[in-house]
């Protein structure tokens, strides 16, 4: 399947600070792929250069095959966009902003739109200036699902939303998705979310990309290993393995390698491996174990 | 448009800096002028000079560099000072062996004053006419308002913003009779009630030819004045001085300065002197003997002592001017009232 | 799509406009109101003479009312674009951004030339019935200039908001300041002549500068 997103060896710095370097990945079409990394990682500058407000030093994005700074309005079209802090015009009504939006989106769902605002304690002539954070946000959520685009790029799509609506805008956003096979690009702080939604992952650190692979395949294969071992040891590490440490006369880290494998990797580099667990974790868990705690 | 909106970016900071930067270093550095006030002495018949001193003292010399006191410097310049020596009960009985009474000095005095940005400027398209033998003492702005066209001259009452037709034709007539042609070049008067009396306006026709223009009891007094073979006239400044010698100092395409005496409408020629009234300002200090003409050039300020009497040269002096000026643009000028960009 | 484009120009001004009327007609009105005052109280002659002789020509206090009100409607259309990068938004919606940014600065141009037309014609027939064709005209050429200062604020202060960075933006600032002053030359009525028509085009083409802030906001300059 091709590509709805191509993002090739893209380098990005502030002044002197380099945020990442020869980042490449790609978005297959009808997939929801969400973006995962700590604070600075990059998340935000990547979707930036994705919604082309934001040039990087060197290296292309292509979506739907046109180059994002370049991007033809027909292709803009396609594409609904989530900007940070969930921003709408805050000078226009519930009625106003569909108004406005409807008249350049052929595909124009005006039924989505009305259908959330619904839920909404608000009148339909009421500014959004005047609404509170979460509404706001709701008002932006139903503006991006009318238009009915291929591709749906959403920055921080949960911030601001109670957990029901935020339940309720997941659950929603993935039928729809699912449906009408649109791809979605989302990043989000609240990882729980991301579980329910996302089909595919990319976990950032700083400066790179840590792993890219199926949501489902990384809670299978991504395991927390625990063990008994004294306190001065030296675990090994690197190759595979996330994060070893002792904390009290246990050793724990993360790995993709199986039980046997690091079983056998800790047992060669000395550590006997006494009351040896492993399990299987949730997304929060898998990315704390792939990036750290802090 | 990205290259046209940067290249009219870089177009505008040139602009800009050109505009700027010479202004902001010519004002740090360019001191003012200090060239002294500078007047003709019929009793040294030599130039006199007042100079203030950097030290904010004031010096009063003569060209040969001899100082004076206050008090003697008032005796090199008996007409100018009159009033003053007359106070200090020194006022001479004569002047350059010539019987002169504080009256007659009195009358014969005046200033006149030309500069370029009296000229260059919008005209204001309407001028006003006042009534030069009311009868009465003083002299009474007018209730209408005058313009020329291309046919001849229109009043407009004022109070009622209507044309006088009746008036307009009886002074486009006695001008089209005077041999006076439309459009009308260039007209000088001064329209002021507060003078002691009128002389109209003297105006040069579409032919070059010369006119004076007044309103007597309301009617037309139109005089052709005769100019000398080969005279051509660009600029005219009617004077009203109290001595009513003169009526006019007119410059003519050489820039030649001319005097438009009276009565009779005699034109004589200022000996020496030259002035463009469109790029040079000028000051003429008259008494009784003599004028002192300043012409305020572009390279030097020329001084010149005229006799009052036939106006033959008796004098010349110039200081030269040499002003450091980083060159820049700039779109106001000393010399003209217009905006516009000029590169000096 | 471009009567979407207006509508929300519309929604951001409506209010601001009708306020922007009534002080430019009412700041046109009461210059007109004084000098029909003047000709009351010290006979047309007077004033007449003033006018001629004096260059007056008693609209002073207007004189910067209408670049207030432009600079006020670039604050109110490109403010709320700016506030939070809403324009982000509407450089997104499927229309080429030049085509967007021109939309916003043809309604923003039109709108002033409606309102500064409507002073224009308000000084011209109030002046007319007291005073000669050439004292409106002085009148009317000593407003021009200032009138064209509005829409040259309008366009410059759209490009200074529309600046994504503060460095950039003080310069901008201070080269909008200084262009402005070319129109606040004038020592007599009709002073600019001919050089009039320059400064509006030059006005005109100042429209170019808002594209390269709109350019660097697209290429994510920031402080």
């Known amino acids: ?294 | 448009m990205t290259r046209f909106a940067k290249l009219f970016f870089w177009f505008l900071v040139l602009v800009l800096l050109l505009w700027q930067l010479p202004w902001a270093v010519n004002y740090l550095l360019v001191q003012s002028r200090n060239t002294p006030f500078t007047l003709y002495s019929e009793v040294l018949d030599d130039f006199v000079m007042i100079r203030h001193t950097s030290d904010k003292e004031v010096e009063y010399r003569d060209r040969a560099g001899n100082e004076y006191t206050r008090r003697a410097f008032d005796s090199l310049l008996p007409l100018f000072y009159a009033r003053q020596l007359t106070a200090d009960g020194r006022f001479p009985d004569s002047v350059a062996g010539r019987p002169v009474t504080l009256r007659e000095a009195q009358i014969a005095s005046f200033i006149f004053r030309s500069a370029p940005k009296d000229l260059n400027r919008p005209a204001p398209g309407l001028h006003f006419l006042l009534e030069s033998m009311s009868g009465r003492v003083d002299l009474a702005m007018p209730s209408d308002a005058f313009r020329l066209t291309g046919r001849g001259i229109e009043f407009i009452d004022m109070a009622a913003n209507r044309i006088d037709t009746a008036k307009s034709g009886r002074f486009t007539r006695m001008l089209l009779r005077k041999g006076c042609r439309f459009p009308v070049r260039e007209l000088s008067g001064n329209p002021s009630a507060r003078k002691e009396y009128d002389e109209g306006y003297l105006l040069l026709d579409a032919d070059g030819g010369l006119f004076h223009l007044k309103m007597m009891q309301g009617r037309p007094y139109v005089r052709a004045v005769e100019l000398p073979e080969g005279l051509r006239l660009r600029h005219l400044f009617l004077t009203e001085f109290r001595s009513r010698r003169t009526l006019a100092f007119l410059t003519d395409e050489s820039h030649r300065l001319h005097v438009l005496t009276m009565p009779g409408y005699g034109i004589r020629r200022v000996e020496g002197v030259t002035f463009d009234p469109e790029r040079e300002s000028m000051t003429i200090v008259g008494t009784l003997l003599d004028w002192t003409v300043c012409v305020d050039g572009a390279s030097a300020e020329r001084y010149y002592a005229v006799s009052a009497d036939d106006f033959s040269l008796l004098d010349t002096l110039s200081y030269p001017l040499s002003e450091r000026r980083i060159p820049g643009l700039s779109f106001t000028s000393s010399s003209d009232r217009y905006v516009k960009p000029r590169f000096r | 799509m471009w009567k979407a484009l207006l509508y929300k120009e519309w929604i951001k001004t409506r209010w601001y406009l009708l306020l922007a009327l009534l002080v430019t007609l009412g700041f046109a009105g009461y210059a007109l109101l004084k000098l029909h005052r003047a000709v009351a109280l010290m006979g047309a002659g007077h004033i007449w003479e003033v006018m001629v002789t004096r260059q007056a020509v008693f609209i002073d206090q207007m004189q910067y009312v209408p670049l207030l009100a432009g600079l006020a409607l670039a604050a109110v259309q490109y403010l709320p674009e700016m506030h939070r990068k809403c324009l982000k938004l509407t450089l997104h919606l499927p229309v080429p951004a030049l085509a967007t940014l021109g939309v916003m600065l043809a309604f923003g141009v039109a709108v002033l030339a409606v309102l500064f037309g409507l002073g224009i014609a308000l000084l011209a027939a109030g002046a007319r019935p007291v005073l000669a064709p050439e004292l409106v005209g002085n009148i009317l050429h000593a407003a021009l200039p200032w009138y064209l200062a509005g829409v040259a604020g309008y366009l410059l202060g759209a490009w200074t908001i529309l600046e994504p960075t503060w460095k950039r933006r003080i310069l901008c600032l201070l080269m909008s300041v200084l262009l402005l002053r070319l129109f606040f030359l004038a020592p007599v009525p009709r002073a600019y002549g001919g050089f009039l028509a320059v400064l509006a085009l030059l006005s005109l083409c100042a429209a170019s500068l808002s594209w390269l802030s709109v350019v660097r906001f697209m290429a994510g300059r920031q402080d």
């Not at chain 1, 191509?6 to 980042?23: A, N, Q, V």
């Not at chain 1, 009625?95 to 339909?124: S, T």
Request: proline content about 4%; charged content about 25%.
């Open chain 1, 1 to 294: 399947m091709e590509p709805v997103i191509e993002c090739r060896h893209l380098t990005h710095c502030y002044g002197r600070r380099k945020i990442y370097e020869d980042l490449s990945f790609d978005v297959p079409r009808g997939r929801i792929l969400g973006l995962l990394g700590k604070n600075g990682t990059g998340k935000t500058t990547t979707i930036n250069i994705l919604s082309g407000y934001l040039e990087p030093r060197s290296g292309e994005c292509l979506i739907f095959g046109e180059n994002i700074r370049t991007l033809t309005p027909q292709t803009r079209r396609r594409i609904a966009l989530l900007i940070e802090g969930h921003v709408q015009y805050q000078f226009m009504t519930i009625e106003q902003i569909e108004r406005f939006y409807a008249a350049f989106y052929p595909a124009w769902n005006r039924d989505a739109y009305y259908g959330l605002m619904e839920k909404l304690q608000v009148a339909p002539g009421q500014r959004i200036s005047r609404m509170s954070c979460g509404q706001r946000s709701q008002v932006a959520l139903g503006l991006i699902l009318a238009q009915n685009a291929d591709l749906l790029v959403l920055d921080d799509f949960s911030m601001g939303l109670d957990p029901g609506y935020r339940r309720l805008f997941v659950e929603y956003l993935r039928e729809f998705a699912k449906a009408e096979g649109k791809t979605v690009f989302l990043t989000s702080h609240i990882i729980q979310d991301m579980e329910r939604l996302i089909d595919d992952c990319i976990i950032m650190d700083y400066g790179r990309i840590l792993v890219q692979m199926p949501v489902g395949d990384l809670l299978r294969t991504f395991r927390r290993y625990s063990f008994r071992c004294p306190d001065d040891a030296r675990l090994p590490s690197g190759e595979g393995l996330y994060h070893p440490a002792v904390v009290r006369g246990r050793g724990e880290l993360c790995s993709f390698a199986s039980p046997e494998e690091v079983r056998f990797r800790l047992e060669e580099a000395g550590i006997p491996c006494e009351g040896f667990t492993a399990e299987t974790l949730n997304l929060e868990d898998a990315f704390i174990g792939l990036t750290g705690k802090y």
